[in-house]
């Protein structure tokens, strides 16, 4: 059986590398890869890790709400259930195991110290609805993280609520709706302008405020068309939401004529900042003439976002904007900090409650410290580092892979599948090859302006010898893709994972998203 003919779903088969088939084991493992079926599956009837007191005799209140059957828990020893969760551990590959170049949410750097931070007794142990006397240090560190985010983007006003970076357009485009209310000019200015190379839910977060969303061309660079931009602008214009450091992987060099050609009309300019992490410490979004900007802070200062962990998405705010930012707003009254919900108390016309708390009182601590322990040269460092990583990967690729656009880029480059033109070899088929040597996927198909993306963000952290190793593997993979003999290999990848390679678009369009008694585990594995 060839490789490529074995294309079963799930439970990985027996091919080995160069087509052979392998020897099925008794047990299913392959070596030390361990074959781990679900919990449920492995309990058995009446065993119980621990031993319980038989509960007391008590009337209950609970009428016909009684549960009359089997509450079904799996059954089974303590050892087994370590066990379980341990062999699951050791198949979740993360940034602790090695270079993870997913190109979305940056898979960097979490220094130990902000986790020890964050669970400091009188952090970690917060309530949101704690008397504000009792939450002093923390709300001054909240001020302080502010301090710091307004300085970085040379803003005068921040946004702390917003929950993740959606949630910070949101916020930013509901206080650019306010003040178009407040000129009297909502009704007229329907239209935002969103760049083909914006972050996919920048249209989504204007058509969901019920705006129209009118895309822009990217001209040759990669860039936002310049020409196309000004010709778009008009009365009808609320604002344009541009991504820069752009979904390409590039600055966008005419960023300020691109804000004067804005304003200039009426609008205004909001920023996707998902990516300031390229640029933070060297330059500052409010000189390019940016009205309002979203920070992941869980992308550009520490903590891993990937699997929609814990985010936040302050958004600051210029000076023409700064009166809608929402509740609530930290301030200090006498020696005493306090939270405001009184706009008028502070001056503004706040947009309103964007959550119910203040924000997501983790991440900034994780941030403050991070932002503290690197200072402010270590911050211009960590981003010049993570622009020389991605340019170095690259300038190493460039004679065998090929790079979407001329020139520099910023933290992650960008390929498209010309290289593989031919081979019979497609960028899934490419990617999945890399599972097989070690590492996890990079972005792929995505931005969309370019065919076949492979979107690659090594970070600032990595060691050299570390990535110099990655493009190792990726030279040998492209090496073997262009020979032009390996078409069915690649198919066949990854051989060597738990998992062989699914039907994407069955677990996209039909997911089995929870096990049920009677299921065999070739039901569930699918």
Known sequence: MSASQDRSQGRAGGIVSGGAAAPATFTGNRGL????????????????????????????????????????????????????YTRL????????????PLGSCTMKHNPRINEKVARLPGIGDLHPLQP???VQGALELIDALAHWLKTLTGMPAVAMSPAAGAHGEMCGMMAIAAALDAKGERGKRR???????????????????????????????GRVDLAALKAALGPDVAAIMLTNPNTCGLFESEIVDIAKAVH???????????????????????????DCMHINLHKTFS?????????????????????????????????????????????GRPLGRLKAFHGQMGMFT????????????????????????????????????????????MHECLFDDGFLKDTGVSTLDFAKAMIDEGYHPMTMYFPLVVHGAMLIEPTESQAKEDVDQFIGALRSLAERARSGTAADDFKAAPRFSPRRRLDETLAARKPVLRWRPGSNFKQAAE
């Open 303 to 347: 903590t891993p976002h990937g699997g929609g962990g814990p985010g936040a998405g302050p958004v600051v705010l210029s000076a023409a904007l700064a009166p809608y930012a929402p509740y609530p707003w930290i301030v200090k009254q006498g020696d005493k900090w306090t939270i405001a919900e009184d706009g008028a108390a502070v001056g």
């Open 132 to 134: 504000v006397s009792t």
């Open 191 to 221: 239209v935002v302008l969103a760049p083909e190379s914006a972050h996919g839910t920048n249209p989504a977060t204007a058509a969901a405020l019920g705006f129209t969303v009118k895309p822009i061309p990217a001209n040759e660079r």
């Open 264 to 290: 200039d009309a009426g609008a205004y300019f909001y920023c996707d900042g998902a990516n300031f992490n390229a640029i933070v410490g060297r330059v500052r979004p409010g000189d390019l003439g940016i």
């Open 33 to 84: 890869q361990i074959e781990e079926p679900l919990i449920f599956e492995m309990g058995q009837p009446g065993r119980c890790g621990v031993d319980l007191p038989e509960p007391p005799k008590v009337k209950d209140r609970l009428n016909g709400l009684r549960r009359t059957g089997e509450i079904g828990l799996p059954g089974l020893s303590e050892p087994q259930v370590v066990q379980h």
């Open 89 to 100: 551990s050791q198949k979740n590959y993360a940034i602790d195991m090695g270079v993870y």
């Open 366 to 409: 994780r941030a403050l410290a991070y932002i503290l322990s690197h200072g402010a040269d270590g911050l211009k460092q960590a981003a010049e580092d993570a622009v020389l990583s991605a340019n170095y990967v690259m300038a190493s690729l460039k004679d065998i892979m090929t790079p979407a656009f001329e020139g520099p880029c």
